[in-house]
């Protein structure tokens, strides 16, 4: 049974039940309808958002900044040189005082062993609903928004396609593992089944891949992994090639991008999109870096859905708003 999940924190999908990501989605599907037909929707007048970004961002910002709008409240784009974290602050007391300001708050925090603390203490303080936009662990509004997706390039359901979550190459940026960690997440537990591939480096935290297995076999989903890119790809049906540090292995960023120059040739190309099924999509949560995650060919091909993903960020944001706060 769905409860009401007004005040509801959003740190991670895991801590949400199938009925209440159901009930996200659906909101998220009718507010979506409202703003192609241009009907006003504004489900939260005169509410205020705090936003609070230690990372620059394009679609989690807009998306959430634009969102609030179209709901009838604003949001404040906050990083820490505009708050007194900078100063010493600490999570707790800026809790204390933004939840008595406003009516929710929403935090991206990537700091690898930090972030999901961070959020974690503002949320235990908090008396407003305080939603993940990116820690160092988890991205649960990139997954929903993905789900969303790949619902509806499969009207036909989604039950039983195989979903492959690859590393790829990217120079000189150590990228979060919290987008691999939330997709073998959410996706064993909605139908699909899902091949992890990525070198032997880049592994994610071993409590993840024992919950994407735990996920896999209660909802009779396949979860498997490989260090294969050409052999993961063969005959997916949705493949999300995306680059990630390793973290892991190696928490030194310096030493972490030593590891990513062994694997250039790790790239979603024609030639590995031939391997998939015909109807296959490419996905990628942006920015990808042109010419070594993907190439052109790709990522403006005819398997690309990245714009539409991309949309359906601001709809699952307001989804999310609109029922938490």
């Given at each position: 049974m769905t409860k009401?999940?007004?005040g509801r924190h959003f740190i991670s999908t895991q801590e949400w039940s199938d009925d209440e990501i159901e009930l996200l989605l659906s909101t998220s599907a009718d507010l979506k309808k409202k703003f192609a037909a241009g009907e006003p929707h504004r489900l939260l007048p005169d509410k205020t958002l705090f936003m609070m970004f230690y990372e620059q961002s394009t679609r989690t910002r807009n998306s959430?900044?634009?969102g609030m709008t179209q709901l009838g409240g604003h949001a404040h784009d906050l990083t820490p040189e505009k708050l007194q974290v900078s100063h010493g602050e600490t999570a707790e007391d800026t809790a204390r005082v933004l939840s008595r300001f406003g009516h929710g708050i929403s935090i991206r925090n990537c700091d690898w062993g930090k972030g999901n603390r961070f959020l974690r203490s503002v949320a235990g303080m908090s008396t407003v609903p305080v939603i993940n936009m990116q820690c160092d662990l988890y991205h649960p509004c990139q997954a929903v928004a993905d789900l969303m997706t790949i619902r509806e390039k499969f009207p036909d359901g989604i039950r039983g396609r195989r979903m492959v979550v690859s590393w790829t190459y990217a120079p000189s940026y150590v990228r979060p593992i919290?987008?691999?960690q939330s997709e073998i997440l959410l996706m064993t537990r909605f139908g699909l089944d899902v091949t992890l591939v990525h070198p032997p480096e880049f592994k994610l935290l071993p409590e993840f891949i024992a919950q994407a297995k735990t996920n896999?076999?209660?909802?009779?989903?396949?979860?498997?992994m490989m260090d294969d890119m050409d052999a993961a790809f063969e005959g997916a049906h949705i493949v999300y090639p995306k680059s990630w540090g390793c973290l892991v292995h190696e928490p030194d960023r310096e030493a972490a991008v030593q590891h990513i120059e062994k694997y250039p040739g790790w790239v979603c190309n024609e030639e590995r999109m031939a391997l998939t099924d015909p109807g296959s999509i490419y996905?990628?949560?942006?920015?990808?870096?042109?010419?070594?995650?993907v190439t052109d060919a790709v990522i403006d091909g005819p398997h690309s859905v990245v714009w539409d993903e991309a949309e359906n960020r601001l709809h699952t944001a307001k989804g999310l708003m609109a029922l938490t706060m």
């Open positions: 009401d999940l007004k959430f900044e634009a919290s987008v691999p896999a076999a209660a909802t009779g989903t396949k979860f498997e996905m990628h949560p942006l920015p990808a870096s042109r010419g070594s995650e």
